[in-house]
């Protein structure tokens, strides 16, 4: 009797051994799993960043830039005023579309800008001139997370802002990009009781 009762504890710490390892080994497995797919996320989440900033064109634009040049990269426009003004609708902008614009002076570019507008405005309808368009909290919750991911971009791409923009109007960055015969700037600007709550604004000038 003492004999059957000893086999059958012993056979039962050998049950209990094997769950355990089972479960220690499905436990590490899972672990791994998890750290290969944050890997796999952070990977992605940088493979698109890299993306987005290699279709920016405000980090490669510049005084000298033509029309020409911005065509050649980004194909033929909606609108183009005989290459004065250039104008691109649905631009996919770091995840979201807008409208681009640049403008030229004697050949050169003066000015550019990328306009974010909220996206039920397509299907909104005035009901008269002082009708103005209302967002929801989701869609300015959606654009101050999408200015955001425009900042944090720039930071990364061209370092700290020089300037912060503080009024009643706009809130935003710039930046110095000056060189020996052109002063240049880059904001972006936030407005969330605007119709277009977050732009990019590009502007160069003779000293």
Not at 78 to 93: P, V
Not at 121 to 135: F, I, M, Q, R
Not at 196 to 207: D, G
């Amino acid at each position: 009797m003492k004999k059957l009762a000893i086999s059958i504890l012993l056979l039962m710490c050998t049950w209990v051994l094997y769950a355990c390892s089972t479960s220690a080994n499905e436990e590490k497995v899972s672990m791994s799993s998890q750290k290969e797919e944050t890997k796999s996320t952070k990977t992605t989440t940088v493979v698109q960043e890299e993306i987005a900033l290699s279709q920016d064109p405000f980090l490669w634009i510049n005084e000298r830039t033509t029309a020409e040049d911005i065509i050649t990269s980004l194909g033929e426009p909606r609108y183009s005023n005989n290459g004065t003004e250039l104008e691109y609708d649905n631009f996919s902008f770091y995840g979201e579309k807008g409208t681009l614009w640049f403008q030229f002076n004697d050949g050169f570019l003066e000015e550019a800008g990328f306009c974010y507008e909220y996206s039920n405005l397509d299907t909104w309808k005035s009901n008269g001139p002082d009708d103005k368009y209302v967002p929801t909290a989701e869609e300015k919750h959606d654009a101050q997370d999408y200015a955001a991911t425009i900042k944090e971009c720039y930071l990364h791409a061209l370092g700290n802002f020089t300037k912060e923009i503080d009024s009643n109007v706009y809130y935003g960055w710039s930046w110095d990009l000056s060189t020996d015969f052109y002063w240049t700037k880059l904001e972006l600007l936030t407005s969330f009781d605007s119709e277009t709550p977050v732009e990019v604004y590009y502007a160069a000038w003779e000293k």
